[in-house]
């Protein structure tokens, strides 16, 4: 079973609906989630925030803090997963941004770095973490999203359980 299935039924089971905010995977995650026959039932909607002005006119993320902080940051992604719930009213969140390549990083932020949050509203449970993956910009992209949707079923499995 894919992992967009699990998370699919597990989302059904609790009766949860589920927002990307998508930076870097441009909308895969959403991608793989839909893939899934039924998918109405649990998934509402996917932001792709791509630009830094999406992110703030899209999930109100502050200008001030992807400037102060980036938007490949702890900080940036765990706005954008709080704001993606606010302003869709889903459960369950996931946001994603990130250095895909092969250009774009630097010594602090090189190509493949990604930071990674999950949010569950009901619970107000935020979990972050940054990767640093390899390969080229489809594998980044690719690897980015297996890992989405594999912490947001870890979450789900930290809160129900």
């Not at 200008?63 to 702890?74: C, N």
């Amino acid at each position: 079973m894919t992992l967009a299935r699990q998370l699919g039924e597990a989302l059904a089971r609790h009766h949860l609906m589920m927002v990307t905010a998508e930076s870097c995977t441009g909308g895969g995650i959403a991608c793989a989630l839909t893939d899934i026959a039924g998918s109405s039932a649990w998934f509402d909607r996917g932001f792709v925030t791509y630009s830094n002005a999406a992110k703030s006119e899209m999930l109100g993320v502050a200008p001030t803090l992807i400037e102060r902080e980036g938007a490949v940051s702890e900080a940036v992604v765990a706005a954008m997963a709080k704001g993606a719930c606010a302003r869709s009213g889903a459960d369950l969140a996931v946001a994603v941004s990130g250095v895909a390549g092969p250009g774009g990083g630097g010594p602090d932020k090189p190509v493949g770095t990604v930071w990674l949050a999950c949010y569950l509203a009901p619970a107000d449970l935020l979990r972050c973490r940054r990767l640093q993956l390899g390969g080229d910009r489809l594998a980044v992209r690719r690897q980015t999203v297996n890992t989405a949707l594999q912490d947001c079923l870890a979450l789900l499995a930290e809160q129900h359980t």
